[in-house]
């Protein structure tokens, strides 16, 4: 896989272009709208990746064909694919009748929203030529958001299609917005940066990432690369890495279904018990200690009283109000 270039305004209006006009298809529910089962998650397959938050797809000519642990699926042009977070995949481009390929491709990293175009590049996978990234203090609500509408479209609620279709085009129209008042490049990164935060980002799952890996494939010694990204980022790269890792790693441990090792083997750490030191020395905890105060964090909230008035506390989840003329059997909850 090449590695991009970060695109510029005339890209983010073709990014536009599509998300107004996915948005619009969806409203008149004239658009496709795809969800595989979260099953397999945070596997590791061969010929398949996964990404620690969701990804969403847009077919705008031509076809893919998207292989998962348990499914496959077959996006076709104007139609829209929601990836749950860790589902393992992989992505073969089918060209229409004029021999025409390409998708847009939704991912979010940090405050981060990115968005490129793929293409077939004649090697039976699609490649990235430029990418966008358009930084947001929303990012977690517009993830939310994202995970909200695959679990309402898994779910077999009876009006779960009109849910989905109302939270799906209010999320099209929040990623059109954010295009509108991007700008390009806020950090001022150079392009050598970009590229080695983006292989980070791409390669974060596999235990073969480190500085020799990356500076492969950009072409320079890991001394040089080491050294640059000192210079420029005023953070080491290994440190970068790890700090990136670490992150995917607290976000996975609000999942309780996964083990410590199978969120150390996720976040491409072969060792278990090195992931536990490298964990402690950028939070000063364990793995195990940084969960169970997650989980006292979500029973003290549960734990604060439902109301609060002028001159009392009230820990009920409310009283039904009295109709005029009307009696209301109090009832209690079990």
Known sequence: MSVPVLGGPSQELEFQKVLDAQGESIRRSRCGLCVPQSSGLMQRRPGMHYHFRPEIFVQTAGAARFAFPHEELYLRAGEALFLPTGLPHAETPVADDEGQFQNLVIGFYSST????????????????????????????????????????????????????????????????????????????????????????????????????????????????????????????LIHYLHRQRMSGAIEMLGRHELSISEISWACGY?????????????????????????????????????????????????????VAGQAVEKTTLS
């Open 113 to 236: 929203v990115s968005m490129h175009f793929a293409v077939d590049a004649g090697r039976g996978r699609p490649e990235i030529g430029t990418i966008n990234f358009f930084p947001t203090p929303d990012l977690g609500r517009i993830v939310g958001l994202v995970d909200l509408t695959i679990g309402v479209h898994q779910s077999t609620a009876s009006r779960r299609k009109t849910a989905v279709e109302g939270m799906a085009s209010g999320l099209f129209a929040m990623l059109a917005d954010l295009t509108r008042t991007n700008l390009a490049d806020p950090r001022g990164e150079s392009r050598r940066i970009f590229q080695v935060k983006w292989l980070v980002r791409d390669q974060l799952y596999n235990p073969d990432l480190n500085v020799t890996f990356i500076a492969h494939r950009l072409g320079c010694s890991p001394d040089y690369l080491s050294a640059f990204f000192h210079k420029q980022t005023g953070e080491t």
């Open 270 to 322: 072969a060792d278990a018990g090195y992931f536990t030191r490298v964990f402690r020395k950028h939070t000063g905890m364990t793995p195990q200690a940084y969960r169970q105060q997650r989980l006292e964090e979500v029973t003290g909230r549960e734990a604060r009283p439902k109301t609060v008035y002028h001159d009392r506390e009230d820990f009920s989840p409310g009283a039904p109000v009295a």
